[in-house]
Structures are given as C-alpha cells and as structure tokens.
C-alpha cells in the first residue's frame, strides 16, 4: 500500500499498526525474516511462538530496543514511523509496553508507580497529594481493582502488582490519546504467573480497552488463553511469520502444530504416565527441602525427564537454588555430601552460577558411601549435597 493511499485511509480500514519487511540479524543469525505483521483497530491480536521464535525480538524492536536491519517498514494509524525508533519515542505514537518484569518499584506505594513518571514529565513545583490520591482510587476503581492507592507495592499481591503494572500502561496510554479511538497495548507474558481469578480480571481488561477502539498485542505461551482472548493470532516460527489466523477458526491442535512445525504424535502427553512404573530408580531425589521461602519440598527426576517446577507468581520457585540454610531429613539411600556451601551448588551443573568446585572442596566433601569421598566436578560421577539433614541425591 502507498503512503497516499495509507493516508487516505486513515480512520477507515487502516490497519492500526503494521509491520513489513521486518527482519533483525544478531552476527551470523537472523532472528526475524521479512516479517510482516499487522494489528487491526480494536481488536486483540495474539503473537505466539516458541522460545527463540522471534516474538521478544518483534516486541523489542517496537520499544525502541533493537534497531531493525534497513528495509524495515513502520505503519502506526496509517502515518509512516521512521526506524530505528528512539527510545520511548513509542508513547508518541499511543503505544503502551507491559513486559515481564512489570517494572515497579517495589519500595514505593501504589500511587508513586501509578503517577511517577507523568508528574516528573510535567514538572510540577507543587503536587497536591490528596488529588492525586483521589483521582487513584478513581482509576482503580474503573478496573474494579481494591488496592489501597498508599499502601507499599511490595506489601500487596503478586497479581495485584502483575494488574496494576497494567493498568498503568492503559492509563499512559490515555494520557496519551490512544483511548477513545487509538492506541496499542503491549502484553508481553502477562499471564505467566497469574491466579485464574486474576487472569479473567486482565481479560476484562482488555475487552475494556479494545471496546473503545484500542488494540492490544498479545504474547503468550498460553494457546487456551489465547484461543479465549484473541482476535487474531500470529505465529512466528525460526523468525518467520508462518501464519495469521482468526482465533474463532482454528484448534488448539492446528495451532500448536503451526507453533513446532510438524504434527503431534497421537497419544503424546500420555507417555509418561503410562510408563511411570518403568521409570526405575530416580536420578535426583530431594526430601524434605526447607529455608528461607521453600517450606517441606520433596521431588524426584529419573533418568531422560525434564521436571519442570513452577507455580504462580511469588511462589518462590526460584528459590531452590542457593538457600543459605536449609534444613530436611534424610533418604534411605545415595550418594550423598554433607554441608556444602549454596555457592557450590550441586554436581551435573546446576549450581547457581555453573561454577565447578575446586579441589579443595571436593577434599573436604565427604559424606561418600561406606566412608568414600564423592567427586563433586562436573563429571559423570555420584554425588550430592545438604546441610542439616537435607539430602539431595544424585545417580548420574
């Protein structure tokens, strides 16, 4: 489309943001190939993708992060935006960015991270504090969110922190004009850690923004959710765009088969348990693992499985590794060292910071079978670690 017929159809069909010709090189690898991408008004587009498909890439570029390799177009309400694009220049355009990370500060109250950044922008000399308060509790209310505007942000919910970082975004971006007939709001993994309670209350976020004529942009790993919310999903695979499709007409299966690129055996899922008596002795067992956050944790790994351990967001599941004084009982049987230092870590590279241990420590390990020392390198040999009776035991 040429630019005189893109602005000629400024406030019809133009698409509310689009991409073309979107590609990204990082050395020898192309991250995004030729990419093209359009979000139409009002609606919520979806962008999935496995891990390393492209999608951060696509995000990053539109925040001004990367810079795009030349030939890249960019289309926001029909109006050409030069790239690179500036850091930040995206608010001018009504594009607002949620990511992960959420970007609150933790030590401040509620109504410091929803006002920060706008009253230092205009400079006031002086705040009235109880406008401010009031106009707050005004904005959370719209989003039907009971959060005391003064109270500290890290003394509320984790989903609550997870919708306020949002409706900070929704507010920045009305402030900005995109409400009431434009704007784009970012979701980068919004969903990753959230409580169902809390992810029907995002969604009716959303539905709120795009009924007034906003879009939003979607990324997740979540396919149900997606097929729930979306309007329209893209996949990118290897960095290229392999399809667009309206949510209301494809499957859970056809969209996962776009995402890995080929089709999913017939039963798979159900391997596992079939086999789960077969599976021998575990690998790597863990009893009783206790400090810090972690309360009473016992899990298991045999030998070819990947163990995924998650949970909602401030569940702590970061905290397994390097605890500084943990506590437990012990198994029946292992390979097993007493005492070992959270730095260390453990044998197999999964210390916190892949460091080995040095020959000094493997010397005063201990704790080995029948009174052996076990070899704590990163090596094919037995080993473990606790501390108190905490056993972590290891068959490598």
Request: hydrophobic share 40%; glycine share 12%.
């Amino acid at each position: 489309m040429s630019e005189g017929t893109r602005q000629a159809a400024v406030g019809s069909l133009c698409p509310r943001l689009e991409f073309q010709n979107l590609s990204k090189t990082f050395g020898s690898t192309r991250a995004l190939k030729n990419v093209t991408f359009t979000v139409q008004r009002a609606e919520v587009h979806a962008l999935v993708g496995q891990n390393g498909s492209g999608k951060s890439t696509l995000i990053r570029i539109l925040a001004g992060y990367h810079n795009p390799d030349s030939g890249a177009e960019l289309w926001i309400d029909g109006k050409p935006v030069r790239l690179p694009m500036q850091p930040g220049k995206y608010r001018h355009y009504g594009v607002s960015f949620v990511h992960q990370e959420l970007a609150l500060i933790l030590s401040l109250t509620v109504l410091e991270n929803l006002r920060a950044e706008e009253l230092c922008l205009q400079g006031k000399w002086h705040i009235s504090w109880k406008e401010e308060i009031r106009a707050a509790k005004d904005l959370l209310s719209r989003f039907e969110l009971d959060i005391d505007p003064l109270a500290k942000v890290e003394d509320i919910a984790p989903g609550s922190r997870a919708l306020l970082a949002i409706v900070r975004a929704v507010e920045a971006m009305r402030e900005l004009g995109g409400l009431g007939g434009g704007g784009v709001l970012v979701l980068d993994e919004p969903t990753a850690f959230l409580p169902r309670e809390d992810v029907e209350r995002l969604f009716s976020i959303m539905r709120l923004i795009t009924a007034q004529g906003s879009s939003v942009i979607f990324v997740s790993h979540d396919v149900d959710e997606v097929l729930e919310i979306a309007d329209r999903i893209t996949v990118i695979r290897d960095g290229s765009v392999v399809a667009t499709v309206l949510a209301n007409e494809t499957t859970k299966e056809a969209l996962v088969e776009k995402i890995v690129g080929h089709p999913l055996p017939a039963g798979q899922g159900k391997k596992l348990s079939s086999e789960s008596s077969d599976r021998g002795i575990p690998k790597i067992i863990i009893r009783g693992l206790t400090g810090g956050n972690v309360k009473g944790i016992s899990i298991e790994a045999h030998r070819g499985e990947i163990l995924g351990l998650t949970g909602l967001l401030g569940s702590h599941q970061k905290s397994y590794s390097g605890l500084r004084h943990p506590s437990g009982r012990s198994a029946e049987e292992g390979w097993r060292v007493e005492r070992r230092k959270p730095a260390e870590g453990a044998p197999g590279k999964i210390a916190p910071d892949e460091t080995p241990v040095g020959a000094s420590q493997r010397a005063n390990a201990g704790g080995g079978r029948g009174g052996e020392r076990a070899d704590l390198r990163y090596s094919q040999t037995p080993g473990g670690f606790w501390d108190d009776d905490l056993v972590c035991e290891f068959r490598l």
